[in-house]
């Protein structure tokens, strides 16, 4: 009808800062006025809007007294009435015989009600629209309250009179009619005819300024559950009988009902009394919640605590709607202007928990920065206990650019509480952090909570460093992991040394084969008979994962191949042939036979096999092991090209026990031979007295009274390799000896 009327705009209206989108519907409160409803975007702010627009003139171009006379009306109203609950009104304007009014986004409320309405307003939850309905009908009822306190009635109550805004609130419009209610010759009094017929009757009631709209109010009330928003049962079949018998109303609002739609005008209830007895109303704490809400800036400290406990209690029950739109942005508020507490995250976070990613982004993250960056201790902790809710939702460039570094202030904290659920936390915000930030930063404080004061914060630091570990560059992964785990399998509290085995059986596929052979299973085997029954259940279990894995990389290792016979070295006079030196405890390679040997016998108390039938090789230069446990570099004589060592031939050790002391000389000719096979211009250090302890990396702990090489004399035979290595030597393997000494006895040695 109005199509070309419409398409004349096109290029836009002067004065009128919106840009027209589609048509979305039209809006119709009395008969022959029909308002066209269009989308449209505030050309400077970029805001969404719905324009209404009636024109006031006929098909046939002829201007329509009533249509001037109700749309000038509805514009004047919509502008001057600024009362809550009156739908906004943006700006409005008179252009080429029509009327524009644009306001905030809404639809009608009949289509609100309808099925797909229901599902996208109250998420088709019969609970959820009941107290969506309680939440509207106090919002008509407190705006016209509004207007009748200054003499002013709406006269066109129905359901065709509401509108709903995305947030699932109700708002007043429809102001035709709206004007004094005791004006003689008003536009109600001129145009009621044209309401519908299910209208207030005739001559019942305009002795109050409330008498209309109560009676309007009754009808909406009865629409809203009679029909359900079903638009194809036309209001005009309503009627009074229909009023009288509300089969479709809940039981507990029939009072209500009657109340409303009395006979005698003065018996109706007015906007307060309807306010203060309503128990659809009453019973709502959704209601109650909102109300109060509104009112939070007027609530001291103590108030606000106990109000943001309460809600969180209900806004699981609340439309998601209008937990996003109505809620969230007040309790922002509250969050950046003052009400920064503990209490207000648990609403928070619930409702949090119900939006998708970019809507937990545009109305969550902002004021879980805030928080973060509160110094309140039980907001911190609130904070972290809550992780698991939240950290997965927030976007990765706010939690490295805004939030890490408030975070990582908990690693320091005073409190050991806070501490320690900053490292049980971490792993959910690990993902969000840089390959870089993992590596330096993260590490750099979970190795120094792993010395901490406090045992279970240096358990959690290694349960949360394996976990981690995924995050952490490939290439450095092994080695930050070897060393973090390592050191805490010697920690005296029981758990954490657990964890620390744990995690190496559960990070076992991060390792590669070598260094679980040579120094995971040397380092978790001395666990195997911790005084802990649960330690040593836990080690032997890691040790047989080890050797499965060992054992399968062993099998795809190639074959050794024959070397070429080493050339020999004319022996010494009174020293054993070089070749019959052994690498590690190993038998004589040379082409020479090994020079036959008096009985053998055990090695002298605390000295291990190894370390009794390495006398007289050449020492190694050694490495630093993962755990401050040096590990010797392997010589060539034990390569995967040289001839497999036969069973080590244990000496008698030696009778002079003067031998391995302090102030004695080095061995004069085996030992130098020894030496310059190995081309090691340095002259071996002596070994203190007793052994100076293991992992001063000198090569030189055997303690007094370790056997001499085979075939060497006892009174020159080289120092004895170390037994305080994790495993033995590299050239030679052996036994394993762990001795508790400090490493103040190698700095005296040396």
Not at 21 to 43: D, F, K, L, N, P
Not at 266 to 291: G, H, I, P, Q
Not at 406 to 432: C, D, N, Q, W
Not at 720 to 743: D, E, F, H, P, Y
Request: net charge neutral; proline share 7%.
């Amino acid at each position: 009808m109005f199509s070309g009327w419409l398409s004349s705009f096109s290029g836009g209206i002067p004065n009128f800062p919106l840009t027209l989108g589609e048509e979305i519907g039209t809006y119709c409160c009395m008969s022959g006025v029909e308002w066209t409803m269009r989308s449209a975007t505030h050309q400077e702010t970029g805001e969404a809007a719905t324009v209404f627009s009636l024109p006031m003139k006929g098909a046939d171009g002829v201007a329509v007294p009533m249509l001037e006379a109700v749309g000038r009306n509805a514009l004047k109203r919509a502008k001057t009435l600024r009362v809550p609950g009156v739908l906004r009104c943006i700006d409005c304007t008179e252009y080429r015989d029509a009327v524009y009014i644009a306001t905030d986004p809404c639809r009608p409320l009949s289509e609100a009600l309808t099925s797909a309405g229901r599902s996208e307003y109250y998420e088709a939850d019969d609970d959820k629209l009941l107290e969506g309905v309680a939440l509207g009908l106090h919002t008509i009822a407190t705006t016209l309250e509004s207007l009748h306190k200054n003499g002013i009635a709406h006269h066109n109550i129905s359901i065709d009179s509401a509108v709903v805004l995305p947030s699932g609130e109700w708002r007043l419009f429809g102001f035709e009619l709206c004007g004094p209610f005791d004006e003689e010759h008003g536009l109600f009094r001129r145009y009621k005819s044209a309401l519908l017929d299910h209208r207030l009757p005739a001559g019942r009631g305009l002795d109050t300024v409330s008498s209309v709209d109560a009676w309007g109010l009754g009808c909406l009330l009865y629409e809203v559950f009679s029909t359900g928003g079903d638009t194809g049962k036309q209001p005009s079949s309503l009627t009074h009988q229909d009023l009288k018998a509300p089969a479709k109303v809940p039981r507990k609002l029939h009072p209500t009902l009657s109340g409303l739609l009395a006979s005698e005008a003065k018996m109706r209830w007015t906007m307060s009394k309807f306010l203060a007895e309503c128990s659809l109303l009453k019973d709502s704490t959704y209601v109650s919640d909102l109300n109060t809400l509104g009112e939070l800036s007027l609530r001291d400290a103590s108030e606000r605590d106990s109000y943001f406990r309460t809600l969180s209690k209900h806004v699981a029950d609340y439309p998601v709607q209008a937990c996003k739109l109505l809620i969230l942005p007040k309790l922002n508020h509250a969050v950046q202007y003052g009400a920064c507490s503990a209490a207000v995250l648990e609403p928070l976070l619930k409702i949090g928990s119900r939006l998708d990613g970019d809507d937990f982004a545009k109305h969550v993250s902002p004021s879980v920065v805030t928080l973060f960056a509160s110094t309140e201790q039980l907001v911190r902790y609130k904070l972290l206990t809550t992780a698991s809710e939240y950290a997965a939702l927030l976007p990765s460039s706010l939690v490295r650019e805004q939030i890490w570094d408030h975070y990582a202030r908990g690693f320091t904290h005073k409190s050991p509480e806070i501490r320690e659920l900053t490292v049980r936390s971490l792993i959910h915000f690990a993902k969000h952090l840089s390959e870089t930030t993992v590596a330096g930063e993260v590490v750099k404080h979970l190795t120094a909570l792993q010395q901490d004061r406090e045992g279970p914060i240096r358990t959690n630091s290694t349960i949360c460093l394996g976990m981690v570990a995924p995050f952490m560059p490939e290439s450095e992964r092994a080695k930050v992991l070897l060393n973090g785990f390592g050191r805490m399998l010697r920690d005296p509290f029981t758990p954490s040394r657990q964890a620390a085995i744990k995690s190496f059986a559960t990070n076992l596929s991060l390792f590669p084969e070598d260094m679980m052979a040579k120094q995971i299973l040397p380092g978790v085997a001395p666990l195997m008979i911790d005084p802990e029954p649960d330690v040593r259940k836990q080690a032997l279990k890691c040790a047989a994962e080890i050797l499965k894995k060992v054992e399968a990389y062993s099998a795809t290792l190639p074959a050794a191949t024959a070397s070429p016979a080493a050339p020999t070295t004319p022996a010494l006079p009174g020293a054993a042939s070089t070749s019959s030196l052994t690498s590690a405890g190993g038998a004589a390679t040379g082409s020479a036979p090994p020079t036959p040997q008096p009985a053998t016998a055990s090695p002298a108390a605390g000295d291990s096999p190894a370390a009794a039938g390495s006398g007289g090789a050449a020492p190694a230069s050694s490495s630093r092991g993962w755990f401050g446990w040096g590990g010797a570099k392997s010589s060539g004589a034990n390569d995967a090209s040289a001839t497999p060592p036969a069973a080590p031939t244990l000496s008698k050790p030696a009778e002079d026990a003067t031998s391995n002391r302090d102030d004695q000389p080095a061995a004069p000719t085996a030992a130098r031979s020894a030496k310059s096979l190995h081309s090691d211009p340095a002259p071996p250090k002596p070994a203190a007295s007793g052994g100076d302890g293991w992992g001063d990396d000198d090569d030189f702990d055997a303690p007094a009274g370790s056997a001499p090489v085979a075939g060497a004399s006892p009174t020159t035979a080289a120092p004895a390799r170390s037994v305080g290595r994790i495993g033995g030597s590299k050239a030679g393997g052996g036994g394993m000896t762990l001795r508790k000494k400090g490493l103040a006895g190698a700095k005296k040695a040396e």
